[in-house]
Nanobody, 119 residues
Framework: QVQLVESGGGLVQPGGSLRLSCAASGSIFGINNVGWYRQAPGNERKLVADISRSGRTNYADSVKGRFTISRDNAKNTVYLQMNSLKPEDTAVYYC?????????????WGQGTQVTASY
């Protein structure tokens, strides 16, 4: 059974940094596109950044120049480096991935990790 587990969230002052990790485990043949999404209370879940299997990246305008998504295919792990955090970045961050397991391509979500930028 495939699982996605996020880690690295927490409380940080505005202007600070955090690095989120999304680790996939289980019977994995390959991982295609991986995205980080976030959802603040009362708002819909929105894409923050994604990365293809080849490493091509895409960012929401609100995080360009501050966040960097990367992946380590050998470790089945994707990272989100978040710098210059703002209070409006506060949300639950979710990892989403398209994963080949048992010859079937499926979409998976992690359980989420809270990021809070506040004094």
């Amino acid at each position: 059974q495939v699982q996605l587990v996020e880690s690295g969230g927490g409380l940080v002052q505005p202007g600070g940094s955090l690095r989120l990790s999304c680790a996939a485990s289980g019977s994995i043949f390959g991982i295609n596109n991986v995205g980080w999404y976030r959802q603040a209370p009362g708002n819909e879940r929105k894409l923050v950044a994604d990365i293809s299997r080849s490493g091509r990246t895409n960012y929401a305008d609100s995080v360009k120049g501050r966040f960097t998504i990367s992946r380590d295919n050998a470790k089945n792990t994707v990272y989100l480096q978040m710098n210059s955090l703002k209070p409006e970045d506060t949300a639950v961050y979710y990892c989403n991935a398209d994963i080949y397991s048992d010859s079937v391509l499926k979409n998976y979500w992690g359980q989420g990790t809270q990021v809070t930028a506040s004094y």
